[in-house]
């Protein structure tokens, strides 16, 4: 099957501890994308990656990090830096088109909650 | 600033009733729209991509209107499974996508 996973589905953590969230995806697409999602927002972005080896920050990167080694695989790390990590997190890939209709398609999230 | 505004909602409808959704964006140079659509606790999920000229799959109708800047999705004969919050989403760029999220619209459909 292809897609895009996430694991684990829910996380929990204690304050202070950094926390790595994992996202695979096996449909050969070039990007790569992180969300945060928090109750009656919309999705915000953290960061993203074009290609291999390189990423970019969103909107609200501070107090995460990611690393983009492999094509398939795009780690977030929360660190004990981000204020409020309690939300829903949303990787998402799409093949990377340069052109305007390039679409995205999400894993199954992580529910992270800090006790 | 880069925005997408949608009413939240939610929207109360019986089955087989007719349903619109709007939205509007800030910035007039966007490239890309669309729709997607999110059950409770889960990912969202690609409803879809709306094209200048309009387009229909099945009941779902979008629509764009670039000088008003605004976005519409249009559901007929409502189904119980169409319950769900439907986020419209834009894409400020040409190349890879760097999507705006509106908040979304709720949607409830009852028998």
């Known amino acids: 099957d292809g897609g895009i996973t996430q694991s684990p589905k829910y996380l929990f953590r204690k304050e202070g501890q950094n926390v790595t969230l994992s996202c695979e995806q096996n449909l050969n697409h070039d990007a790569m994308y992180w969300y945060r999602q928090d109750p009656g927002q919309g999705l915000r972005l953290i960061y993203y990656s074009q290609i291999v080896n390189d990423f970019q920050k969103g909107d609200i990167a501070e107090g995460y990090s990611v690393s983009r080694e492999k094509k398939e695989s795009f780690p977030l790390t929360v660190t004990s830096a981000q204020k409020n990590p309690t939300a829903f997190y949303l990787c998402?890939?799409?093949?990377?088109?340069?052109?305007?209709?390039?679409?995205?398609?999400f894993g199954p999230g992580t529910r992270l909650t800090v006790l | 600033r880069k925005e997408v505004e949608q009413d939240p909602g939610p929207f109360n409808v019986p089955e087989g009733a007719t349903v619109a959704f709007n939205c509007t964006y800030s910035?007039?140079?966007?490239?890309?729209f669309f729709w997607y659509r999110q059950d409770c606790r889960k990912e969202p999920k690609l409803l879809m991509s709306v094209y200048s000229s309009g387009n229909e799959d099945g009941r779902f109708t979008a629509q764009l209107n670039r000088a008003s800047q605004y976005i519409s999705l249009l559901i007929r004969d409502s189904k119980l499974s169409d319950s769900a919050t439907y986020l419209c989403v834009v894409n400020w760029r040409s190349g890879y996508s760097t999507l705006t999220f509106g908040k979304g619209t709720m949607l409830l459909v009852s028998p």
């Open positions: 910035n007039s140079a966007s490239q890309s």
């Open positions: 998402a890939s799409s093949p990377g088109l340069a052109e305007s209709t390039d679409t995205q398609y």
